[in-house]
Nanobody, 124 residues
Framework: QVQLVESGGGLVQAGGSLRLSCAAS????????MGWYRQAPGEQRELVAT???????DYADSVKGRFTISRDNAKRMVFLQMNSLKPEDTAVYYC??????????????????WGQGTQVTVSS
């Protein structure tokens, strides 16, 4: 059973920082691009940042210069360092894996995965 488990969310004042972590577990053979999405109440889920297996990154315009995504391939983890947080960053943040190849019941499978989400609340 493959899982993505996020941690690190919480309540912070505007201007503060948080670091989100996401750990992939299970019989994983390989995983490709990973990223973070967020969804605020009443809004659609939106892309925050992505990182390829080689370490190339991309960011939503709203977080450029404030957020940094990184990954540790050996530990199968991806991180999101969030600085200079604003109230509009308040949302549930989801870890996403574009494609994970894993072993189950003698067969290889390959599909995308989502974490369960972690709440980030920024107070003004």
């Amino acid at each position: 059973q493959v899982q993505l488990v996020e941690s690190g969310g919480g309540l912070v004042q505007a201007g503060g920082s948080l670091r989100l972590s996401c750990a992939a577990s299970g019989s994983i053979s390989s995983n490709n691009d990973m990223g973070w999405y967020r969804q605020a109440p009443g809004e659609q889920r939106e892309l925050v940042a992505t990182v390829t297996r080689a370490g190339n990154t991309d960011y939503a315009d709203s977080v450029k210069g404030r957020f940094t995504i990184s990954r540790d391939n050996a530990k199968r983890m991806v991180f999101l360092q969030m600085n200079s947080l604003k109230p509009e960053d308040t949302a549930v943040y989801y870890c996403h894996a574009d494609r994970i190849t894993y072993w189950s019941g003698g067969v290889y499978y390959s599909r995308e995965f989502w974490g369960q989400g972690t709440q980030v609340t920024v107070s003004s």
